[in-house]
Structures are given as C-alpha cells and as structure tokens.
C-alpha cells in the first residue's frame, strides 16, 4: 500500500495506469491506492441515483443513474432530482461528459433544464470548457427548448458548449469515449429506447428504462453483465407498458445476464423482500435497487 496526493475515480486510475503516478499529484488531498488498483482500472461502476418513479418517496428519488467508466461519465436519464443527487453522492457533476434520455416522461427528462439551470451559475462549472452531450430519442431538442424558451432561461449560454444527438431504434454509436451504444424501441411510448452499452473490454450494461414486456428485449439484452430493469409493479400491473415482477424476471430468463438490478420502483414495494420474490421466478442473481448503491461491472 502506498499513498499519494489527488482524487480517487475510475478515470484518475486509467490515468495511473496509462500515465504513470506522478500525474496524479495535482490536488491537494491524501489518496491511498491500493496494489490491485489496476484491476480497478478496468470496471465500469453503476451509482443509482434514483431507484423510483414519479411518485414522492422518502427513500426513492426519481429515475437516475451515473455510469462512471475508466474514461468518461454518463448519466442514465435525468429525473427532478438528478442534481441534487448527484452532488449528495459526491460524483464529479461539474465533469459530467453525456447525458442519455430514455423517453420524454417528466420523472426521466424533468431535470434536465434544472441541471443545466445549475451549470450555467454554478462556479463548479465556470471554467469549463469541454462539450456536454444530450443523447435521446428525435423530438429531444424540440422538447428541450419548450422547456428553455417558457421562461428565456438561455440554458444553451453556458461557459461550454451543449450538443444533442437524437437517435432511433437500432443504433449504433459511440456515447462516450471508449463505451460503443446500441438502442431498441421499447413498448411503453412512442420514442421510448432501451440501451446497451460496451466497453471496450467487452463488459455490457443494458439499460430498459420504462418497458412493457417483450421478448425481444430479452433477446436484446442476452448475455449482458449487467441488466438495469425496471420493475414497477408487484404483481397485477394496472397498464400494459411497465413490468411487474413475474415479467421481468420472464425478460432475465430469456437475456441470462451476470447480475440484474430491479429498479423504477413504486410504494408497493415498500416492506417486501423484492431479492426473495424475484428467486421464486429466476434462479439468477437478483439486486434490489436502492438509492445510493454503487455496482462494480
């Protein structure tokens, strides 16, 4: 064990690992790294920053998740609490490279202005100067600027330049250096995507976002290390385009991913052991998502 002087992310670690430990020596506090830092180097990790859905919880902000790679940050869609939660886990925000909106319902798109509200004052942000990212289905700028223009936040005026790229179904390209993405059209809105991620070590996210139940997105998403699902009711789900239970575990016998995470959870799930249930349906690896869990990948 040997101690230095920085921060501690995956992409600080790549730098160790690509560049030698001198370079880390920048900012002013006591890291300890430990010897098999390098095998760290190489993993994606998931922080789920919102395990909910629109309905106010104590414990469940709404839908968000942080993907931190050895090169570059992402953040899974962006709930009305995505902000906060972000500077409550203590994720490098004000570095954030790409943004990835699912679909256009308010607990996963509303705090996007917000965000960008907060960037464009924050003095976090003052000195950047690299591009952020909006990634999502067609219709996001349109919607983005409806959001702008009620009120003339000038939200495009940051101190770096915002770019969207809007995508369909069966997409390929690269979201964030080094992570290769592939989407597919989900039955729950008409612009709704799934998305796969790879890194370049091979290690595969699949994210459903919202979903109702087809086969095909199990098909979609065979074989990942990791299956972040929604799974909004327990069991007699009042609509047709979200999961209960029995259905995403129907998906997850079909995909066969490493590890599952349940997420998009609504109060009903309050007070019921979701990891035991699940084991009655699939005999896979079963995570309960709660706010704050960090997952290796």
């Not at 880390?24 to 190489?42: D, M, Q």
């Not at 902000?61 to 409550?88: I, Y």
């Not at 000038?154 to 250096?177: A, C, H, W």
């Not at 074989?223 to 259905?247: A, I, W, Y």
């Amino acid at each position: 064990m040997q101690s230095y002087v920085g921060v501690l992310t995956r992409r600080s670690l790549l730098t160790v690992r690509k560049g030698g430990l001198p370079r880390l020596l920048v900012f002013g506090s006591k890291l300890t790294i430990p010897e098999h830092f390098s095998s760290l180097a190489n993993e994606m990790e998931l922080v789920i920053l919102g395990s909910g859905t629109s309905v106010p919880h104590p414990q469940r902000a709404a839908p968000s998740h942080w993907l931190e790679t050895t090169a570059a940050s992402l953040l899974l869609d962006c709930g009305p609490d995505s902000a906060h939660r972000m500077a409550e886990e203590r994720l490098d925000w004000p570095n954030l490279d790409a943004i990835w909106i699912s679909h256009f319902h308010l607990d996963h798109v509303g705090g996007l202005a917000t965000f960008l509200f907060g960037t464009k004052w924050a003095p976090q942000t003052h000195t950047r100067s690299k591009p952020l990212t909006i990634f999502g289905p067609a219709g996001l700028k349109v919607l983005f600027d409806k959001f702008d223009e009620a009120n003339d936040y000038k939200l495009m005026q940051q101190s770096f330049p915002i770019l969207f790229q809007e995508v369909g179904p069966d997409e390929t390209f690269e979201i964030v250096p080094e992570l290769q993405a592939q989407t597919f059209a989900t039955p729950h809105t008409r612009e709704s995507l799934a998305l796969r991620l790879t890194d370049e070590h091979g290690k595969m996210i699949l994210y459903t976002s919202d979903t109702g139940y087809a086969d095909e997105l199990g098909e979609f998403a065979r074989g990942v290390d990791l299956l972040v699902m929604e799974c909004s009711f327990r069991r007699n789900k009042p609509m047709s385009t979200h999961l209960e239970l029995s259905d995403a575990m129907r998906i997850a016998s079909i995909a066969e991913p490493r590890k599952v995470v349940l997420t998009h959870l609504y109060p009903e799930w309050d007070n019921v052991n979701l990891e035991f249930e699940a084991a009655r349906h699939w005999s896979g690896e079963v995570v309960a998502a709660k706010d704050g869990l960090r997952l290796d990948v």
